[in-house]
């Protein structure tokens, strides 16, 4: 299955929609094989200024894709499959960027046998950094799962997990840039706090964190031990490490991640 030979509709192209839309027109993928929705026109025309993508109703996106990826809120993907299920076909793949909805909230209002395919993607995607983790629903094959990895692959990298693991990956890695930002965003205050002009502080934190971050891609090495080499005997690292365990911040990691899963559960609950 090459690109270019499907034709992708992003139904509900708000901003996970866009991220996809994007990365698979960077990626190659011609635009005469993208469509789009959108429930506002002024966002309408803003895809089709922004990328030149023909945006289309929902009906005219099930009729002429082959692929439907669906990105609404969770919340209104009841309302969107009772418009669209009865119309789907059962051999056209469904891929559902819909956090916290299981593919058997989809497989209920499908024709039976319709392939759905959960995708949960972060932001990073804008830079081809995204992570992606892609799990099967009970009729997608792995033509299916290849294909949903053939469009996410050039977004940044793809996992392929069990369905039961998705909350858990909605948590840690889907809301997972934000605790990164939260974290810069505090360290920056910190320089500031120490007398550094806020661009100096920005320009150090934000480099230390790209840093950081390759070394734990590429050198292979556990975090416990990258963090040890820069931990010094009675130094000013194992000083500040003092006081973040003092502070509560690994338990309050453990405790926030936890209320996000919960809170995708919630998500799915609430969408039935």
């Not at 011609?30 to 929705?37: E, G, K, S």
């Not at 309408?44 to 009729?63: F, P, Q, S």
């Not at 053939?150 to 990956?169: H, W």
Request: hydrophobic share 50%; charged share 20%; aromatic share 2%.
């Amino acid at each position: 299955m090459s690109a270019g030979v499907h034709t992708v509709a992003v139904i509900g192209a708000g901003k996970i929609g866009e991220l996809m839309l994007s990365g698979l027109l960077r990626s190659g993928w011609p635009v005469d094989r993208l469509l789009a929705t959108a429930r506002r026109p002024a966002r309408a025309e803003e895809l089709t200024a922004r990328y030149g993508v023909r945006v289309v109703d929902n009906l005219t996106a099930v009729d002429e894709a082959a692929v439907l990826a669906v990105s609404v809120k969770p919340q209104d993907a009841a309302a969107l499959l009772d418009e669209i299920g009865p119309k789907v076909p059962a051999d056209k793949l469904v891929i559902s960027l819909c956090a916290g909805l299981p593919t058997s909230f989809f497989n209920r209002r499908l024709p039976e046998g319709t392939p759905v395919v959960r995708v949960m993607t972060n932001t990073p995607a804008l830079v081809d950094e995204a992570m992606t983790a892609i799990s099967a629903g009970a009729h997608a094959t792995g033509a299916h799962l290849a294909l949903a990895e053939e469009m996410f692959k050039p977004l940044g990298q793809t996992i392929r997990v069990p369905e039961s693991q998705q909350d858990a990956v909605t948590a840690l890695s889907g809301s997972g840039p934000a605790y990164f930002y939260l974290l810069v965003e505090a360290m920056i205050d910190a320089g500031i706090l120490l007398g550094l002009p806020r661009q100096v502080a920005h320009e150090l934190i934000v480099q230390t964190a790209i840093g950081s971050a390759v070394m734990l891609r590429d050198s292979g090495e556990h975090p416990v031990k990258l963090r040890e080499a820069v931990t010094s005997p009675a130094g000013t690292t194992i000083s500040a490490i003092r006081e973040l365990e003092k502070h509560g911040v690994r338990a309050a990691l453990l405790a926030a991640l936890e209320a996000a899963r919960d809170r995708a559960r919630e998500l799915a609950a609430q969408a039935d």
